[in-house]
């Protein structure tokens, strides 16, 4: 039986659950899994290894949920020697229509106009209140905040998902 929310309608999900790009495991199989289930499958488009194999995992992606919604996720991070190709990620989105972005890890300032102005959906994860009112500033249309078990996230407070809201509003 279909839980409507505001998220499931935005996203055009029956339920309202969103897997993580979860690098390393992360794969069109899995992602479509969960579309084809009612939420929104996701991948993480550097775990395909390139922009031109990312646009390959979105591809067999589309084709696995039949037409059901799913998105790509943009994991930002440092790097000690030269960047990933985020750009190249970014553009291989776009082209690809994919409906619905995860950015996550430094902030997606410089990447949202380029989403916003093909209509795609937004989501930012964070590990803060200060990051998510920093990413609301920025225009996101979802902010998910995540706590300490979902794990790859060095968050500053290290909350845990039931303590996320009473917490947040000291943070």
């Known amino acids: 039986m279909p839980f409507q929310t505001r998220i499931t309608e935005l996203l055009k999900i029956e339920h309202p659950i969103i897997m993580g790009g979860m690098t390393g495991v992360g794969t069109p199989e899995l992602a479509a899994a969960v579309s084809n289930a009612g939420g929104l499958g996701m991948i993480a488009i550097h775990n395909a290894g390139s922009p031109q194999e990312g646009r390959k995992w979105i591809q067999q992606l589309r084709h696995l ?3 059901k919604p ?3 996720n943009l994991t930002i991070l440092p790097s000690m020697g030269p960047p990933p190709p985020y750009m190249e990620y970014a553009q291989v989105i776009i082209d690809e229509n994919v ?5 996550a890890g430094s902030s997606p300032q410089k990447f949202l106009s380029l989403f916003k102005k093909t209509g795609i959906i937004t989501i930012h994860k964070c590990v803060t209140i200060r990051h998510a009112l920093s ?3 920025y225009g996101v249309d979802i902010i998910l905040l995540d706590g300490f078990e979902c794990t790859g996230h060095p968050g500053e407070a290290m909350l845990v998902i039931l303590s996320c809201r009473p917490r947040g509003a000291i943070c």
């Open 135 to 137: 990413a609301e500033r």
């Open 99 to 103: 409906p619905i972005v995860e950015t």
């Open 70 to 72: 799913f998105g790509v």
């Open 65 to 67: 949920t039949n037409g």
